[in-house]
């Protein structure tokens, strides 16, 4: 399966967006983004002209794809979902992306990157409701339980993500139990609880052309 390999820190510079892409690593000062908050490449500390209409929305999609670590192909299938949808195109878009397992054990601390945490999931490493699943991109409902197998509970990577849970936070839609290695979707986020800066209006005017 195609995969980005390169640099994730030179994603966030080239998004000029802190996007947290390297778990604990983003909250230190060794963070590139920190360090180097312009365009990656030789010309990156150039000032840029004023982008068009189309590069607005062409940025804003890359933005949001690059964020969840998703290729443009499952990024557009998650779009075509989203458009099918009763309701606002943009708002399903960034809760069916919110829904994706390998993103909520990313939200209920279990790993420090949502990279971490699709690797962790098609490793077979978790349950949803008591059964085995790894599919990253399988969606969550309301009341589902995500744990951890008992044979992974020595896992290193997830026992120090769960060290610094407190540092990154989890939200209020999910009730997290640290010393049973499970955690509940308490209900599905609305738009007001995701607090990324996303325009994801730009993303449904650039998918509809």
Request: charged share 30%; glycine share 8%.
């Amino acid at each position: 399966m195609a995969r980005y390999i390169g640099s994730v820190c030179r994603l966030c510079r080239r998004e000029g967006l802190k996007m947290f892409l390297k778990g604990d690593r983003c909250y230190t000062e060794k963070c590139a983004f920190e360090r180097r908050g312009f365009a990656p490449g030789d010309h990156g500390q150039m000032r840029r002209k004023q982008p068009s209409d189309y590069g607005l929305q062409l940025r804003e999609k890359q933005k949001l794809k690059r964020m969840y670590g998703l290729l443009e192909k499952q990024f557009r299938s998650s779009f075509e979902q989203a458009d099918r949808k009763k309701g606002i195109t943009g708002t399903n878009l960034l809760i069916g992306l919110e829904r994706r397992l390998d993103n909520m054990v990313f939200r209920m601390g279990f790993t420090s990157s949502r990279n971490e945490a699709r690797q962790l999931v098609m490793h077979g490493h978790f349950m949803v409701n008591g059964k085995a699943v790894d599919i990253p991109s399988y969606l969550l409902k309301s009341g589902d339980e995500i744990t951890l197998k008992e044979k992974s509970h020595k896992v290193i990577r997830v026992l120090e993500a769960l060290d610094t849970v407190a540092r990154r936070g989890v939200p209020q839609w999910i009730d997290l139990n640290k010393d049973g290695f499970r955690a509940t979707v308490k209900v599905l986020p609305t738009r007001e609880d995701l607090t990324m800066p996303v325009k994801e209006q730009l993303v449904v005017e650039l998918y509809s052309k």
